[in-house]
């Protein structure tokens, strides 16, 4: 999945959008690869889709809590902290079908 996220900076937010690969999922945050540093917590917007229920996430709010440089990338674990209902539920239906889609294959 591609993850789109702003950093804050002073409550405001740095221009331009940076990409980022989530590289696993969960009720309360993601795991993704970046290819530029980012500090520890950070505070990000983020927008990114969500392929097995059809919706998109937008106007996400969320702190980093780990990074992990790798090479020319980053490893970021990223806490969500604030979300709209709306956001909360679709992220919810995404990682039960993603559960759902994991135990069928064992």
Same mark, same amino acid.
């Given at each position: ?12 937010v740095?221009?331009?959008a940076?990409?980022?690969? !989530? %590289?696993?999922?969960?009720?309360? $945050? ?8 980012? /500090?520890?917590? @950070? ?20 702190? !980093? %809590?780990?990074?992990?440089?790798? $090479? ?8 969500? /902290?604030?979300? @709209? ?22």
């Amino acid at each position: 999945l591609a993850l789109f996220l702003r950093t804050g900076v002073n409550q405001g937010v740095v221009p331009g959008a940076h990409e980022a690969h !989530v %590289v696993g999922s969960g009720y309360y $945050g993601v795991s993704a690869e970046i290819d530029r540093p980012i /500090s520890q917590f @950070s505070e990000l917007h983020l927008s990114f889709g969500l392929p097995l229920v059809g919706k998109r996430v937008t106007d996400l709010y969320g702190k !980093v %809590v780990k990074v992990v440089p790798k $090479g020319s990338r980053t490893h970021v674990g990223i806490e969500f /902290s604030s979300m @709209s209902a709306d956001n909360k539920a679709n992220i919810q239906l995404f990682v039960q079908l993603l559960i759902q889609g994991t135990e069928s294959r064992d």
